[in-house]
């Protein structure tokens, strides 16, 4: 016959491990789905910022001068593109280069680069500051867009940038641009089954 103290330390041990062990999931409940869950419009929103450089379809609400432009840039920039944004030590200049491509010297900036104003708005505000992306406003992202366009000559001094001031800047590089037509460079979407070609575009 076992002892008593025996028993009730065989219960505890059982107790024990009955309490660790997981709750079994009850028969019809659904599986977690391992492609997550669905999000709402609202949550989607907030990953939408993408914008249209050829006019500027998706330009947030806001505002900001070229005043204001360079506080935000000297505040936030210049430590890594130089003041007046003349390249620093992180990055080149930011500022000319406009005609350059058609020499053997190509100098990259907004100004000679960019075919569309929004374009510089967008990379702002997606990419910059390199150590804070996306902490920018609406607004000072306006404002620092506009002060590189005025570095560039493009804007005047006085200029504020919205929505509609910031796609009416007409790039000088706006026609150095073609369109790739050539018949292999175009794909159709595929999600699923695809030949070889259409792989490319998913």
Known sequence: ??????????????????????PAAAPNAAAPSPHGHAISEQE???????VRGTDGAGLPPGSGSVAA????????????????????PVF????????????DRRVLTP???YPYAPILFDYVRRAMPMNA????????????????LHLNGLVPADAVMSAQTLAAVRMPNRDGFIVDDRPDTKATRCMSNCSPIS???R
């Open 44 to 50: 989607m929103q907030a990953w939408n910022i993408d």
């Open 92 to 103: 080149g200049p930011m500022v000319g280069g406009i005609g350059s491509f058609k020499t």
């Open 111 to 113: 100004g000679s680069m």
């Open 199 to 201: 792989s490319a575009a």
């Open 133 to 148: 992306p996306q902490s920018l406003s609406n607004d000072e992202t306006y404002a620092v867009s506009g002060y590189l």
């Open 1 to 22: 016959m076992r002892s008593p103290e025996f028993s009730w330390c065989g219960l505890a041990v059982a107790c024990l491990m009955a309490g660790c062990a997981a």
């Open 69 to 88: 432009g360079k506080t935000v840039f000297d505040a936030k920039c210049a430590a890594c593109h130089g003041a007046a944004a003349a390249g620093g």
